[in-house]
């Protein structure tokens, strides 16, 4: 028993992540129906960038904590320009010439694109991300949990409020909830839809730069680090439902935890085929993920 709170616990930790990650997808999904391929990157380019600004911040006699909560801004602000450039080479003509496969071509370009120049300017080894917090483990009960841990999961659910709560009492959140329930009768409005659209993509793109400095101090830090992230969260995305915040943090709960029971009483060389399984027979049963709504068009 206290084996399987262990993994259950540590199972957490890993969904939140991918929970923060297929909260990306959700937010541009719903403001735009189109989707940023290239969110595992942009999760690769933040933790990256936070590295080196630690890693200047320490070198400046400043202490781990308070070059972390330092380099925190940097990283946000960093995640929002990324994003909109997303959009704006790659998403926006795309959506104008009404092209479905031009936005899914282009997002995954330049992932690649961004992928390649992080190899060329920070290598292509992995490198250790130096952690805020002690890496003592803490014992509760006999489950041991690190304290980088419980900030990934405070972290994320912090982050998430944030943006319900901006969402929910800003007059810019509010244009972004229009643009997310009626896209033409909001720009009619008098939203400026296009606008809110960049927004999204570079708040799904800062949400992805603050999961990469999470994840970054409990793992290595490199230019191939966000492929698999970004596309573990893209299917947690699916299974929870792309048009609920909700859904797809229940999402990545059900999937980190799955992955880490497989991984321990099967092996780790299938951790990742109940998650693959549960995507199947979601799309199979409900297309729309577990707490998605049904869309239903009139032609």
Same mark, same amino acid.
């Given at each position: 028993m206290q084996v399987l709170a262990q993994l259950i616990v540590s199972?957490? *930790?890993?969904?939140?992540?991918?929970?923060?990650?297929?909260?990306?997808?959700?937010?541009?999904?719903?403001?735009?129906? &189109?989707?940023?391929?290239?969110?595992?990157?942009?999760?690769?380019?933040? $933790?990256?960038?936070?590295?080196?600004?630690?890693?200047?911040?320490?070198?400046?006699?400043?202490?781990?904590? *308070?070059?972390?909560?330092?380099?925190?801004p940097v990283v946000f602000a960093f995640g929002l320009l990324q994003g909109a450039v997303v959009e704006f080479l790659g998403v926006r003509q795309a959506m104008r010439t009404k092209s479905e496969a031009g936005w899914i071509m282009a997002t995954i370009?330049?992932?690649i694109i961004f992928r390649n120049l992080a190899e060329n300017i920070?290598?292509?080894?992995?490198?250790?991300?130096? *952690?805020?917090?002690?890496?003592?483990?803490?014992?509760?009960?006999?489950?041991?949990?690190?304290?980088?841990?419980?900030?990934?999961?405070?972290?994320a659910i912090l982050l998430m409020i944030a943006i319900e709560i901006f969402n929910r009492r800003s007059i810019y959140g509010k244009?972004?909830?229009? &643009? *997310?329930?009626?896209?033409? $009768?909001?720009?009619?409005?008098?939203?400026?839809?296009?606008?809110?659209?960049?927004?999204?993509?570079?708040l799904s793109s800062m949400s992805a730069a603050f999961a990469g400095v999470l994840v970054a101090p409990i793992t290595l830090t490199g230019a191939n680090m966000g492929a698999v992230l970004g596309?573990?969260?893209?299917?947690?995305?699916?299974?929870?439902?792309?048009?609920?915040? /909700?859904?797809? /943090?229940?999402?990545?709960?059900?999937?980190?935890?799955?992955?880490?029971?497989?991984?321990?009483?099967?092996?780790?060389?299938?951790?990742?085929?109940?998650?693959?399984?549960?995507?199947l027979l979601v799309l199979s049963i409900k297309p729309a993920g577990l707490f998605g709504a049904t869309a239903i068009k009139k032609v």
């Amino acid at each position: 028993m206290q084996v399987l709170a262990q993994l259950i616990v540590s199972g957490i *930790s890993v969904g939140m992540i991918y929970g923060v990650i297929a909260f990306g997808y959700q937010l541009t999904f719903s403001t735009s129906k &189109t989707l940023n391929f290239g969110q595992g990157e942009a999760l690769m380019l933040g $933790a990256l960038v936070g590295l080196t600004t630690i890693n200047f911040l320490i070198g400046n006699a400043l202490g781990t904590l *308070s070059a972390f909560l330092i380099m925190l801004p940097v990283v946000f602000a960093f995640g929002l320009l990324q994003g909109a450039v997303v959009e704006f080479l790659g998403v926006r003509q795309a959506m104008r010439t009404k092209s479905e496969a031009g936005w899914i071509m282009a997002t995954i370009a330049l992932g690649i694109i961004f992928r390649n120049l992080a190899e060329n300017i920070w290598g292509h080894d992995a490198l250790r991300f130096p *952690s805020p917090l002690p890496e003592a483990a803490l014992s509760f009960g006999g489950v041991r949990i690190q304290p980088m841990e419980i900030a990934i999961v405070v972290g994320a659910i912090l982050l998430m409020i944030a943006i319900e709560i901006f969402n929910r009492r800003s007059i810019y959140g509010k244009a972004v909830v229009a &643009t *997310s329930n009626d896209r033409d $009768a909001a720009g009619l409005m008098g939203i400026d839809t296009r606008l809110v659209i960049t927004f999204s993509y570079a708040l799904s793109s800062m949400s992805a730069a603050f999961a990469g400095v999470l994840v970054a101090p409990i793992t290595l830090t490199g230019a191939n680090m966000g492929a698999v992230l970004g596309l573990t969260a893209f299917a947690v995305a699916i299974i929870g439902g792309l048009s609920s915040g /909700v859904g797809v /943090v229940v999402g990545g709960l059900i999937l980190g935890i799955t992955e880490n029971l497989t991984g321990y009483y099967i092996s780790t060389g299938y951790k990742d085929v109940p998650g693959l399984l549960l995507l199947l027979l979601v799309l199979s049963i409900k297309p729309a993920g577990l707490f998605g709504a049904t869309a239903i068009k009139k032609v």
